[in-house]
């Protein structure tokens, strides 16, 4: 029988806010355990919250990059659950009027164009860290009161490989609206998946599963691979799903059941009292459209049209904000922007692979890059060598022109040293300079090809060509 996938990401998101939502602790990682945390967000009994209005910007501003409906009027509701992570008892959250409806998000997978809608985004606070040792098991409140964006979306995705091409478009979105660092690593970034399958001539969906706290991409993809199989298994053998939240066990590469799952009115929510509802006006809203920056896509179609770049290498730019961010720089500071885009194609890319390290932790400089392209622009060093003065400054930084010169890697164009060696290839290949002069043009090549090799590379080719013919008559 053939099956249909419905899936459904529910992506929580922290944001890039200097202070948390409620207090002013800093919102930052890596600290000592327990050392960002004041009363507020210790959630000690009779603290008040004081609502962080930048948190509500970047959630909106989402929302617009998403196409949403930004809601007018929208507010905090408490979600009541007792777990140590969270002392008060309950998480601010909202419930029924949640900044953002609606929206989407486009993605392309195998050639395949489609909008995954947005049910909602809303805005809530993130709860404590809890790690368990040998003997003991720890609470680190550095994290509770962090900004946190919920983006729920509709069961649009069908497969695995929908679901990541999801995250990967919202992580470049996000990334681009400055909205969060989407460090999946420092968990900026995590997502709970709801996962069914049903008999494709079936049109209500069928039971759904959860799957909890996925903090990777690739746990996603294989998580979601190995639950669809699962349940058409399940299915397959008469047997029935069962609603309920599953953990992804990476190591064994398989769901395991947790706990049947919990129905949304057992949060008992209820509005948050200490807190006044957010009202937005149209100027304000306007006033953060406008300043929405340039999206990928958009991105793509501006640098085929305004540097000549070709849609493939454009898209590849884009991806990385940073990686466009840094052409961009290059090809304004060098006037060469086809050249500087054939540097970030294939030496960049290579080295940033080669190495594992993020554009941002290379060593050279956009106008180090710019000036090396200038140098081979105006054949003071030629390519084979500008590679070598490349890999030198992706290392360590520096002046290019310093380094080929103190390499002694700068091109020779001095006509009596070029001659000095083309009189040395010359008198060591008669039978190649036979060839030529008796009609076979190819040994021309060879000999030039002696030229570079005797000069190390450095001789200027174009003179070399012009040296040889001479030479030969
Ligand atoms: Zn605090």
Redesign the pocket.
């Known amino acids: 029988m053939d099956y249909k996938v419905s899936i459904g990401l529910e992506t929580h998101v922290q944001l890039k806010t200097r202070s948390?939502i409620w207090?002013?602790?800093p919102n930052v990682f890596g600290s000592e355990p327990n050392t960002d945390?004041?009363p507020?967000?210790l959630g000690y009994p009779g603290t008040m919250p004081v609502l962080n209005r930048e948190a509500v910007h970047l959630t909106v501003l989402t929302g617009l990059m998403l196409g949403c409906e930004i809601n007018r009027y929208s507010k905090f509701d408490r979600k009541s659950y007792f777990y140590p992570d969270m002392p008060k008892n309950y998480q601010i959250s909202q419930y029924d009027r949640p900044l953002c409806l609606g929206g989407g998000v486009d993605i392309d997978v195998h050639g395949v164009r489609k909008t995954i809608r947005i049910h909602r985004i809303h805005l809530e606070e993130d709860v404590a860290k809890n790690s368990h040792f040998e003997q003991s098991s720890g609470v680190d409140f550095n994290r509770a009161?962090t900004p946190l964006m919920e983006i729920v979306s509709e069961p649009d995705l069908e497969s695995a490989d929908e679901a990541f091409a999801f995250l990967v478009a919202l992580k470049q979105m996000l990334l681009y609206g400055g909205v969060s660092d989407c460090n999946l690593e420092q968990g900026n970034m995590r997502c709970d998946i709801n996962c069914s399958v049903r008999p494709a001539d079936q049109s209500t969906l069928g039971t759904k599963t959860e799957i909890k706290n996925m903090n990777t991409f690739k746990g996603v993809h294989r998580s979601l691979s190995y639950e669809i199989k699962r349940q058409i298994e399940v299915l397959e053998k008469g047997g029935t799903i069962h609603q309920e939240t599953r953990r992804w066990d990476d190591e064994a590469g398989v769901t395991r059941s947790m706990r049947t799952k919990e129905y949304a009115h057992d949060y008992r929510y209820f509005p948050e009292p200490d807190l006044m509802p957010v009202v937005l006006s149209d100027d304000e809203i306007e006033s953060w459209r406008s300043a929405i920056p340039e999206m990928p896509a958009k991105r793509r179609e501006r640098l085929t049209a305004e540097y000549g770049l070709p849609e493939y290498d454009a898209g590849v730019l884009v991806a990385d904000k940073a990686l466009a961010d840094y052409y961009e720089e290059v090809a304004r500071l060098s006037g060469h922007p086809k050249a500087a885009s054939n540097w970030m194609m294939t030496e960049m890319r290579r080295l940033l692979t080669e190495k594992g390290v993020e554009i941002g932790q290379a060593m050279i400089s956009p106008q180090a890059l710019a000036d090396l392209i200038t140098m081979v622009h105006k054949k003071m060093i030629n390519m084979t060598m500008a590679k070598e003065v490349f890999a030198i400054l992706f290392e360590q930084g520096g002046d290019p022109e310093q380094i080929a010169k103190d390499k002694g890697w700068m091109q020779v164009s001095d006509a009596d040293e070029i001659m000095g060696y083309v009189r040395e290839a010359i008198a060591a290949n008669p039978k190649s300079v036979a060839d030529y002069r008796g009609g076979k043009k190819a040994a021309l090549q060879f000999l030039v090809g002696q030229v570079m090799r005797a000069s190390k590379g450095k001789a200027n080719p174009s003179i070399v060509l012009a040296a040889l013919q001479k030479e030969l008559g």
């Open positions: 948390k207090c002013g602790c945390v004041c507020i967000c009161g």
